[in-house]
């Protein structure tokens, strides 16, 4: 079974979890083009990395989900999640200049989950949708919008799991 990244739902509000992540690490690529095609040519360098292409020849297990940010319409960030036990050193280092290994802090987050196939025009309604309801409750989102992606391309769209995720300041207490 494929390892997903963790994390711990502080409260819930309709369709909106609050969440805390621990501390973690991502390989990222970046690409240009529109939003699908963008994130299906990254998704090859970052798997010849978990293959094998880096540093130390490492297989690194797959893990879920897959995240993609979006820093303008035509160039995208798609990233890997490495798994929990997954150590920053410069034996996985990235044997391709295209990859970036990332660690990132341990944050809170706002996510709506949704089910069905992927397409940038559904994470564009949700991720507003999102920031919509962020505002609503009082939170402070900081930086942009990121969708991950749990399921493979062939599992029927109607099983796919995806999210819009957006970082946010630590909630009150009020809010929980």
């Known amino acids: 079974m494929t390892e997903q990244q963790p994390y711990e739902i502080l409260a819930k509000h309709g369709d909106v979890e609050l969440r805390h992540y621990p501390a973690y690490v991502l390989v ?3 690409s240009r083009g529109e939003f699908m ?4 040519r990254a998704f090859g360098p970052l798997l010849s990395y978990i293959s094998g292409s880096n540093a130390g020849g490492q297989k690194i297990s797959m893990t879920a989900p897959v995240l993609q940010s979006s820093e303008s ?4 960030t798609v990233s890997f999640v490495m798994p929990a036990d997954f150590k920053l050193d ?6 391709s200049s295209a990859l970036k290994v ?5 944050h809170f987050a706002a996510a709506i989950r949704f089910k069905g196939s992927w397409d940038a025009e559904r994470f564009d309604a949700v ?22 992606r749990f399921d493979p391309p ?13 970082k946010i300041a630590k909630p009150s207490k009020e809010i929980r």
């Open 154 to 166: 062939y599992k029927p769209g109607f099983m796919k799991r995806n999210e819009a995720i957006i």
């Open 102 to 106: 990332v660690p990132v802090s341990e």
């Open 90 to 95: 410069s034996s996985a280092a990235p044997l």
């Open 28 to 30: 990222q690529a970046k």
């Open 127 to 148: 991720g507003q949708e999102l920031m919509r309801r962020v505002h609503e409750l009082g939170l402070e989102p900081i930086g942009e919008l990121y969708w991950a």
């Open 73 to 76: 319409t035509d160039e995208h």
């Open 37 to 40: 095609r963008a994130g299906n």
